[in-house]
């Protein structure tokens, strides 16, 4: 006996939470109904924000993200961002030439920097560079610019020259999304420029990111997987996208 409308909308719903994604047309073939049905309830499904249609198939949560404020985004995922940056802070050598981007998670690395001989620290973000001049040992360069209020870090054409005269050995990459086919991220297309020039700039690429950046998009797209050494996330990442990060030769750290 078909399944009646109220049926496959938990079918479709059971589905989702064991596969995170349903295809239009196989669902079709199971139900055995029209793929415009299947359309039609998945529609209704999203209009009661239980999924996200795209391209032909559901997730269940929207990818695409917008900026928010620094001070909102400080309060999301507190502790997993202090083990992370305590993480990064353990790859530091005496004598490194280091970008830091912006992100809250790479300010959380910077406040954990200390005891480190010689290093120089380049950033775009305020708050990064007030808490590593603190440390006498270290050399700090503020990138200037246009100030993005909202991240508390400077963007534009003179914070991109200004990383033509220099060369790292490691960049420190804050994102807003990690797709695995369409690579990292931000919600801001010229944060998206100035972090390309970083990695024409940097020898190393190293992303800090919580679990919740995976499987997200930003306007701005920033690079491929391929160009990224490591990235360190938390637990929370699912099994899944880690064997997939390694298969595309991206050493994954869990903290």
Do not use: W
Not at 1 to 7: D, F, H, K, V
Not at 24 to 35: M, R, Y
Not at 187 to 192: G, N
Not at 195 to 222: E, H, P, T, Y
């Amino acid at each position: 006996m078909p399944l009646n409308i109220a049926q496959r909308h938990e079918q479709i719903l059971e589905k989702l939470r064991k596969n995170r994604m349903v295809d239009v047309l196989d669902l079709s073939k199971e139900f055995n109904v029209s793929a415009v049905t299947i359309r039609k309830d998945l529609k209704l499904l999203e209009n009661r924000k239980l999924l996200f249609r795209s391209h032909g198939k559901a997730i269940r949560f929207n990818p695409y993200i917008t900026g928010r404020p620094i001070n909102e985004k400080e309060k999301i995922s507190v502790e997993e961002k202090r083990r992370i940056g305590a993480a990064a802070v353990e790859i530091l050598e005496t004598g490194d030439n280091i970008i830091i981007a912006s992100g809250t998670t790479l300010i959380e690395f910077a406040r954990q920097i200390d005891n480190v001989k010689g290093l120089t620290v380049i950033t775009a973000t305020l708050n990064t560079a007030l808490s590593v001049s603190k440390n006498a040992d270290i050399e700090v360069i503020q990138l200037g610019g246009t100030v993005r209020v909202n991240a508390s870090s400077v963007i534009g054409p003179l914070s991109e020259k200004m990383l033509d005269e220099f060369t790292c050995n490691k960049l420190f990459l804050g994102v807003d999304g990690i797709d695995l086919e369409y690579g990292l991220t931000t919600t801001s297309a010229m944060e998206a420029s100035l972090n390309k020039k970083m990695i024409a700039a940097a020898q190393k690429i190293i992303v800090l990111a919580d679990a919740s950046k995976f499987g997200k998009k930003g306007f701005g797209r920033i690079c491929d997987l391929d160009e990224v050494d490591q990235i360190i996330t938390d637990k929370s990442i699912d099994p899944a996208t880690k064997e997939k990060l390694l298969e595309k030769g991206v050493d994954v750290r869990v903290v």
